[in-house]
């Protein structure tokens, strides 16, 4: 990637934003990155592009920032995370669970970009109680389609978001692109039964987070289908 920050200003950066992790490279003087992060209440969002590295989260707990999960979601490349034994190759439209507790190892031979959104410990567990939720693995069946073209904005396109479940397309839509009333369905209109999976998961988002900026409600809202999905297959 052309620009961005340097070897040590990165990994400084990423210790701030998601804690006991680092950077490392063999050829870490021609490394460059960048993190650009929002925060909300007690969530952050962390828009994450480096260029060729592993990103390592050790036994270490120096800088660690207490428990979370982070939900990943690949942008751009691919990148390979391994944890506790299982692991998830990651391309664009892809998403994992991990979880900050535990060492892990992120691999990306060719750069990437993902987004992580950073849920404390106490939220997530009051969302999904004692599920069985996956960590380190590629959520099967949800897949992103298509992006806002900035996920930090608070406008934007009136379709902001087209993502799949089990096979079936949906979009998100946002009437005026700044209405904070959406409207999320299958494309084209017809019935399908993965429309309750998307239901379920939209009414169980905390009615604070649907006004916020739309990175928010879809991450959450992709949690959730992710989880059903997920549940649903084991």
Known sequence: ??????????NERLRDVCGAYRVACERWWEFR??????????????DIT??????IRDHYDEHYHGDQYFLVLQADG??????????ALLRPGDCTLIDSRYPSTFESPHGFRQYSFHLPAPLFNERFGKRNVPMARTIPGVR???????????WGDDTFLKFEVEGVTFVGWEAFGDSSEYWIGPEPVRPVSQIE?????FAHTPRWLRWRLKIVLLLWLLLGVA???YSSHH
């Not at 990637?1 to 990165?10: I, T």
């Open 78 to 87: 691919s990148a390979r995370m391994r944890q506790r034994g299982a692991e």
């Open 227 to 229: 989880t059903a999905v």
């Open 1 to 10: 990637m052309r620009g961005g920050d340097d070897f040590e200003s990165c």
């Open 50 to 55: 480096f260029s060729p590295c592993t990103v």
């Open 144 to 154: 992103i389609l298509q992006e806002p073209r900035d996920w930090f904005s608070w």
């Open 197 to 201: 999976i998307v239901r379920q998961a």
């Open 33 to 46: 990155g960048s993190i650009r992060t929002q925060r909300i209440g007690s969530l952050e969002l962390a």
